[in-house]
């Protein structure tokens, strides 16, 4: 039987020991474990912020229970649903908001793009008047709406004041049906036309130049270029800008609340504001639930399939 190799290096100054750790030293954690360390707050944090009450909004979607009122909620199924689907009113509000939302993103898509196509030509002051058109999408939606509710007010207001000068008449802007809701469309795409137009500029500063260079080689024209190279290539990241705008006009509650209060009468008063009606004016805290499940689920459906017309444009 052969003698055992002492555990030695032709080097003297480095030892080879085999002997394992000690029992009270620490371990460092795997890729795994430092990963569940780093997420674990934020995922935590998600779950109690988001998810919670999504779920316990969904919960009391099938009951009557009122904030103001004493004693257990009482389970009523769909009763809150089938109430609401079946609805006049919420015919009405869902139609306010649709005429809302179309009107003011198909503004928003058009007066953005056109904006970011007149700057993407110009090859001196770009980064001033960038800069210059983004600084309404970056005020406060409370203080745009105290902002246009001075201007737009019907006495004491600039607008009026303004077309008084010229010898028109003045205009109820916010306290006439007819006007109420154009004044809020004119409103939200003053501040939000920016986003489309930098969304926009950003398409059309990334088509690439030589494509632009063969079509004037090839002498076509201004309009053959921009149907044929720029909306093409611009044309679904405009489509992404859309859907983020219609969301979030979907979702409108501040300008309406700032501005109008729903009114004259509920000619803009829009789902969000109705929902903040019912549930802290009525105290009507299942109804409101059953809306607010109804809105995401409404959201969801639309985003997916615009979500996979977005796939197929890009896959055609």
Same mark, same amino acid.
């Given at each position: 039987?052969? &003698? ?6 032709? &080097? ?30 934020? *995922?935590?944090? =998600?779950?109690?912020? +988001? ?33 609401? %689907? ?13 005429? /809302? ?5 198909? %503004? ?6 056109? #904006? ?18 983004? !600084?309404?999408?970056?005020? @406060?939606?409370?203080? !745009? ?7 737009? &007010? ?10 008084? +000068?010229?010898? *028109? ?11 109420? *809701?154009?004044?809020? #469309? ?11 137009? =930098?969304?926009? %500029? ?14 004037? #080689? &090839? ?17 679904? =990241?405009?489509? #992404? ?5 219609? $969301? ?27 929902? /903040? ?11 409101? @639930?059953?809306?607010? $499940?109804?809105?995401?689920? !409404? ?5 997916? %399939?615009?979500?996979?017309? =977005? ?6």
């Amino acid at each position: 039987m052969s &003698d055992p190799v002492p555990l030695t290096t032709d &080097d003297p100054g480095q030892v080879a020991s085999a002997t394992p750790p000690a029992p009270g030293r620490s371990r460092r954690l795997g890729d795994r474990g430092l990963a569940v360390a780093f997420i674990s707050p934020a *995922l935590l944090l =998600l779950l109690a912020m +988001s998810v919670f009450p999504l779920l316990w909004a969904l919960y009391l979607s099938f009951t009557d229970y009122s904030a103001t009122r004493g004693g257990p909620a009482n389970f009523v199924g769909f009763g809150n649903y089938t109430a609401i %689907l079946t609805s006049a009113q919420v015919h009405a509000r869902a139609l306010t908001t649709l005429v /809302y939302v179309v009107g003011a993103v198909s %503004l928003q898509t058009g007066l953005g793009f056109t #904006i970011a196509y007149l700057i993407s030509r110009r090859t001196h002051g770009r980064g001033a008047l960038t800069t210059l058109f983004l !600084v309404p999408m970056m005020l @406060s939606p409370v203080v !745009v709406g105290l902002f246009w509710r001075f201007m737009l &007010d019907a006495q004491f207001g600039v607008i009026n004041s303004m077309l008084g +000068s010229v010898g *028109l008449g003045q205009v109820e802007w916010l306290t006439r049906q007819r006007t109420a *809701l154009v004044s809020l #469309i004119v409103v939200d795409t003053w501040q939000w036309t920016p986003f489309i137009m =930098l969304i926009a %500029l950003a398409g059309l500063t990334a088509v690439p130049k030589y494509l632009y260079e063969a079509a004037s #080689i &090839d002498r076509a024209s201004e309009w053959f270029r921009f149907r044929t190279i720029t909306l093409p290539l611009v044309w679904p =990241l405009l489509l #992404i800008a859309v859907l983020f705008r219609a $969301i979030e006009a979907f979702r409108l509650f501040d300008l309406v609340y700032i501005l109008t209060s729903g009114g004259p009468g509920v000619s803009t008063e829009t789902l969000s504001f109705h929902v /903040y009606k019912v549930a802290f004016l009525g105290f009507n805290t299942g109804t409101a @639930s059953a809306y607010g $499940i109804l809105m995401v689920l !409404v959201v969801v459906v639309l985003t997916q %399939l615009y979500l996979r017309y =977005l796939n197929k444009l890009k896959e055609g």
